[in-house]
């Protein structure tokens, strides 16, 4: 049967991480994607009624169309917005070499050769 395992996939849905970033912060975004579809969505269903039965005017299902819409997009930018590649910077370490010294004929890495006494 395929409703066997609804419950244990149930289960593992969270409001909290619908409307997080990946780092698991809240994310305003999100948050209010979400709200604003689900608002949406109900003006499309309460638009559907009114055309059914009371204006026979589709004003109300377009308007919730273009403000699911609106929703939409701003779940799609909090995603956009987590799969940015983060900047990384890496700092160049160049090896510094001091003058030449009697144990160390390529001359001293470390800057105070502890090897040899100083010249």
């Given at each position: 049967m395929p409703f066997k395992n609804l419950k244990r996939d149930l289960d593992k849905f969270s409001f909290a991480q619908m409307t997080s970033n990946s780092d698991g912060k809240t994310s305003g975004?999100?948050?209010?994607?979400?709200?604003?579809?689900?608002?949406?969505?109900?003006?499309?269903l309460l638009g559907c009624i009114d055309k059914m039965w009371?204006?026979?005017?589709?004003?109300?299902?377009?308007?919730s169309i273009?403000?699911?819409?609106?929703?939409a997009g701003l779940l799609g930018y909090r995603?956009?917005?987590?799969n940015?590649?983060?900047?990384?910077?890496?700092?160049?370490v160049v090896p510094t070499v001091v003058a030449a010294c009697d144990c160390c004929p390529?001359?001293?890495?470390?800057g105070d050769c502890t090897k040899c006494s100083p010249k």
């Open positions: 975004s999100g948050t209010m994607g979400v709200l604003i579809c689900a608002f949406g969505s109900m003006c499309f009371f204006t026979n005017t589709i004003d109300i299902i377009t308007q273009i403000f699911t819409g609106i929703g995603k956009s917005k987590d940015a590649p983060k900047e990384v910077i890496v700092d160049e390529e001359g001293c890495e470390c």
